[in-house]
């Protein structure tokens, strides 16, 4: 992997710089000698400040290799150690970093914490163009830290039962992590669209959009889908699946939802409906949205699109349980992403977990 080593981080607040030998008096005063900071470490509380300075000539020394990362946290406004952050291990298979931190007490509970680990996360992934993943675990009796890790933008990936040990013995182990594709802007997912719908913006359809009317875009990574978000139990006559029968008296029923999609519907399209005694209640198209680079990952995105209920059909979960299983599918065809085009119904797809990535009107992306 391509290493930049430890450079100096600023932030609102911090500065986040290489450690030097005469720092030993602040870290051993401020976090390394106190119990109650190292109670769910791996490493004991120092006994002496030459055991901090011993160790801290080693760390000093390790700069030179390029591939090392260790900051002391100090405040802007004064450059003494409050803290330490670091990449405590590394998976170049995966192109992973666990990143592990600890802070004076003085310290705790002003947001420091956070602000520290999300410049850390950004400085990696953007100096390290093939890191792909950056975890963080905690001791799952120390909440606070787990704490830190959502304030600093990071997903809950699950909890390893004894997988790990610290002062308090062999424990329970929470596990965060963020994704290079977690840090996509919005000028990331304006270039997805536009690689989706070339042109979209100088099409006249698009330009004719009511005045004022907002439009958004929605993403959902599939391999974080769970289809038991949304369960609403359907009575025995709604069924679901592909449609088989007549294009033409399906066509007849689009148009009664939005007159224009009829087009869209042909033999050869994959559309999955919802039947209420055997009859179309429900539809949406399957579709292939190709491979596409989303901060800097070759990514799968499939696309269901022309989502419609008939009117006599709406408001029992047939719509957005067919969706539930059409993300369901695409997840079992390794799809990485599935991506909605054009709703107003940010709300209704976020039941099943989808994000908001872009918003726009006839003038083009509206920036927040």
């Known amino acids: ?47 002496s400040v030459d055991f901090t300075r011993e160790l801290l000539t080693k760390w000093v020394s ?23 952050i670091a990449v405590v291990e590394r998976d ?28 850390v996360i950004r400085y990696l992934f953007e100096g390290e163009s093939d890191l792909q993943r950056i975890y963080a675990t905690h001791d799952l009796r120390n909440g606070k830290s787990g704490r830190v890790m959502e304030k600093a933008g990071m997903h809950f990936d699950g909890i390893l039962r004894g997988s790990k040990k610290n002062n308090q013995g062999i424990h329970d182990t929470a596990y965060y992590s963020v994704l290079r594709t977690d840090m996509a802007t919005e000028d990331d997912y304006e270039k997805l669209l536009l690689e989706l719908y070339p042109g979209f913006f100088e099409q006249d359809y698009v330009r004719n959009v009511e005045e ?19 369960e609403r139990k359907m009575p025995e006559n709604v069924t679901f699946g592909f449609y088989d029968g007549d294009i033409e008296e399906l066509r007849g ?15 050869e399209s994959r559309i999955y409906c919802g039947f209420v005694d055997g009859k179309v209640a429900s539809f949406c198209l ?64 976020g039941k099943l977990g989808y994000k908001t990535v872009l918003r726009w009107n006839n003038r083009g992306v509206v920036k927040e």
Request: with cysteine.
């Open 286 to 349: 399957l579709e292939d949205g190709g491979e596409h680079v989303i901060n800097g990952v070759k990514s799968r995105v499939a696309e269901p699109g022309c989502v419609g209920t008939l009117p006599a059909y709406r408001n029992r979960g047939i719509g957005l349980t067919m969706i539930r299983n059409v993300t369901e599918i695409f997840r079992q065809e390794l799809y990485d992403f599935s991506y909605i085009h054009w709703t107003f119904e940010t709300q209704w797809y």
């Open 1 to 47: 992997m391509n290493t930049i080593g430890t450079k100096t981080i600023e932030t609102a607040r911090l500065t986040l710089r290489r450690y030097t030998v005469d720092d030993a008096p602040d870290m051993y005063n401020n976090w390394a000698s106190d119990p109650e900071v190292t109670k769910f470490l791996s490493w004991p509380a120092h006994a």
């Open 62 to 84: 390790f700069y030179d290799d390029g591939r090392t990362y260790n900051w002391g946290i100090t405040l802007k406004d004064e450059d003494r150690v409050i803290g330490n």
């Open 212 to 230: 004022g009317a907002v439009a958004s875009e929605q993403i959902l990574r599939l391999q974080e889908f769970d289809p038991s978000v949304y």
């Open 253 to 267: 029923l689009v148009a009664q939802v939005v007159d224009h999609w009829p087009v869209f519907f042909n033999k």
């Open 92 to 119: 170049e298979r995966t192109c992973s970093y666990e990143i592990g931190y600890c802070l004076g007490k003085a310290f705790w509970g002003k947001g420091i914490m956070p602000e520290a680990l999300r410049a």
